[in-house]
């Protein structure tokens, strides 16, 4: 089978801005409509080049121009880049909203790495020195900072600095405080605050009362929602489905549960399935809050009120079983949805196919797909994908044959999926060409995950011309692609080309992720002898990757393997001083005996090892379990010259 692939014109991310950024001179008003953009879109690499054309046109950024360049750095995810902008301007450019912008850069970074929130409350005790007058937008970001820390004091800290400049009371500030010190289960706090509040909200007292509720004190809730009611204000769905979570999970509260729900009934808050949709929005709430097992818990609590399922319900619930892994569970409410007949649904079944994958059993996912008396693209996508992460692949590629069979029409996901399973067969290159067709003919190949999956086939099969062509017409970056061809230049021993993707990924900003470092460190550590080999590492070692790696290495307890040539030795003697400080000695021996339960003995000169015959070497090592040589590099020569036939590789002087 031939296939002759048509180029396709390339798409340059920046074409729509390119005349704008190359132009001569642009009014002010055009640079922020152009950071705007790249904001919106999230592309780094359009507000840099934004930023260094303003700089080489010989503008001078203002005040209001620099706090948006870092609002853009930060919203498109550089804070180095925030940060070192921030440093650069002078004291006396630096007005209210360029710490405002600052402050929220590292609120936003913080909810990928807590660590950035202590760097945030640094810049905080720097602006309280400074003579600038902070307002309610300051201390927004920073209460963001305390909920991702989960600092009480810090919360406590910022409420006095709030009573200080008088905004204690402001509607915003007291409101934030009251959430916070409900998250902190600090409902004392939190009650004090939200009854000297002159002016509330629905959203605030319903904060007020899923504490109560979350913190099991039903009585004030009840209380709470009276007063709610009586306040002049109009209880909405939150209000009384929190309410409902409450008293709905003691029998002591049945009088109240029938009350409450009389009342969202009154308030045509309801129809008449009023109480599945609150338990299925509750549900969905869970679930995408990520809390799976308070999702079981309300699930449980559906059933004892006697409240009838839906199918939404039963999806929903299945979905949160995927998520845990949890087979028996999974398999309870499969019975529950043959028993009310939603077994035939066809979101069920897929929910339960998508269920059964996740916790591992592609037997009963393929038995509840082939029972299936109607299935949609769904279900097929979700038995192709389940098969090839499964490591099922030439059934997930039969699957996809029998899917084209069918009538059906693949998407982006089933050819992503089945182009997976193919990366990992031996004839690879042969099916992934036939399903590049089908890609072609479905106008999917310009997708992301479609193009990439299409990479990763050709460079495993040492077809880097295909490869090259895919990579060179996608629009945009992605990382993943960028990591296939990697892989494939180093599959392919092209060991410079792949460090020059490496480098040009540096020069443009784009961070990289493990799976990068990993090929880089590889690539680096086969040319390490060369030049361009000592530049990456040089650069590996300037952007502080073996930095990166030692700290998972603590973090996990996990010891990082690594190539030549990637740092490895800088890493393993961070690691070292790590223990050191723990243990206050270094050294094999007292290392190893005092981090493990092994039975471990050293062997130096001074034992008269030297004079040791085989018998003797033999019993010391089935006496211990880790043996230990001090003093000189040929501490274990003579168990070497002793027993000859002993396997070299066993032993190594560190």
């Not at 912008?101 to 020195?129: N, P, V, W």
């Not at 300051?138 to 800290?157: D, G, I, V, Y």
């Not at 004892?304 to 199918?311: A, F, I, N």
């Amino acid at each position: 089978m031939h296939l002759r692939l048509r180029a396709t014109s390339i798409v340059n991310p920046f074409t729509q801005h390119a005349h704008l950024i190359h132009s001569a001179s642009l009014p002010l008003g055009q640079w922020f409509s152009i950071l705007r953009d790249a904001i919106a879109a999230s592309d780094l690499l359009l507000g840099k080049r934004a930023h260094a054309r303003i700089l080489t046109s010989g503008h001078h950024p203002d005040r209001f121009l620099t706090n948006n360049l870092i609002t853009m750095y930060a919203k498109c995810g550089s804070l180095s880049s925030a940060r070192q902008l921030f440093d650069i301007t002078p004291d006396s450019d630096r007005d209210l909203v360029t710490w405002n912008a600052i402050l929220s850069a590292y609120a936003y970074a913080g909810e990928l790495d807590i660590d950035k929130t202590k760097e945030g409350f640094h810049l905080f005790r720097l602006l309280r020195r400074s003579f600038v007058l902070t307002t309610r937008h300051t201390l927004a970001p920073l209460f963001k900072m305390c909920l991702l820390s989960a600092s009480p004091l810090a919360s406590e800290t910022l409420h006095g600095y709030a009573v200080k400049i008088g905004l204690q009371w402001d509607v915003f500030v007291a409101g934030a405080l009251v959430n916070i010190y409900a998250k902190f289960r600090q409902i004392r706090e939190a009650r004090v605050l939200f009854d000297g509040m002159p002016v509330r909200d629905v959203v605030l007292w319903n904060v007020m009362m899923k504490a109560y509720v979350e913190m099991g004190l039903v009585d004030d809730a009840l209380l709470l929602f009276s007063a709610f009611h009586r306040s002049g204000l109009r209880p909405d769905g939150v209000s009384v489905r929190t309410l409902l979570m409450g008293v709905g999970k003691n029998a002591v509260f049945e009088r109240e549960l029938k009350q409450v729900r009389a009342y969202a009934t009154k308030l045509f808050l309801c129809d008449d399935d009023s109480d599945v949709i609150l338990w299925n929005k509750t549900l969905s709430q869970y679930l995408q809050a990520g809390e799976a097992w308070e999702a079981i818990d309300c699930f449980i609590d559906m059933i004892k009120s006697r409240v009838p399922y839906d199918g939404l319900t039963l999806a929903v619930m299945l979905s949160v079983v995927a998520s845990v892994n949890h087979l028996e569970l999974g398999k309870q409410i499969h019975g529950a949805a043959v028993r009310s007949g939603l077994d035939w649904v066809v979101s069920v079944a897929n929910s339960l196919i998508n269920m059964y994958i996740k916790a591992g059993s592609v037997y009963l996912a393929r038995k509840m797909f082939s029972q299936m008396k109607e299935v949609d693209l769904i279900s097929w996508n979700t038995m192709i994908s389940g098969c090839a992460l499964s490591g099922l692949e030439e059934l997930s590629v039969s699957l996809f044959s029998d899917l084209l069979q069918s009538g059906l029409f693949p998407d982006q996901f089933t050819i992503a999926s089945v182009l997976r399973a193919c990366s990992s067969l031996k004839e690879s290159y042969y099916l992934g060409r036939q399903i590049h067709t089908h890609a072609i003919k479905a106008c999917v190949t310009l997708d992301s995950f479609v193009s990439t999956a299409l990479i990763d086939v050709y460079s495993k099969s040492g077809k880097m011309e295909e490869a090259e062509l895919l990579f060179r017409n996608q629009d945009g970056f992605d990382l993943a692609s960028w990591n296939a061809m990697m892989h494939g230049y180093i599959v392919s021993d092209n060991y410079c080309e792949a460090l020059r993707l490496f480098s040009l990924m540096h020069e443009s900003g784009e961070r990289a992720d493990q799976i990068t470092l990993a090929n880089a460190a590889k690539a680096a550590g086969c040319l390490v002898g060369l030049g361009q080999g000592k530049q990456i590492h040089a650069l590996v070692i300037k952007r502080r990757y073996q930095l990166e790696v030692f700290e998972v290495a603590r973090r996990r307890n996990t010891i990082a393997v690594l190539d030549t040539g990637s740092g490895k030795t800088l890493i393993a003697i961070m690691l070292i001083k790590d223990i050191g400080q723990a243990i206050k000695s270094c050294g094999q021996y007292k290392n190893i005996k005092h981090l493990t339960d092994f039975q471990v003995e050293e062997y130096y000169g001074g034992k008269g090892v030297d004079t040791w015959n085989g018998k003797t070497w033999e019993k010391e090592i089935s006496d211990n379990d880790v043996c230990t040589g001090n003093d000189t590099p040929d501490s274990f020569g003579c168990l070497k010259k002793s027993i000859p036939e002993y396997r070299n590789d066993m032993l190594d002087d560190c």
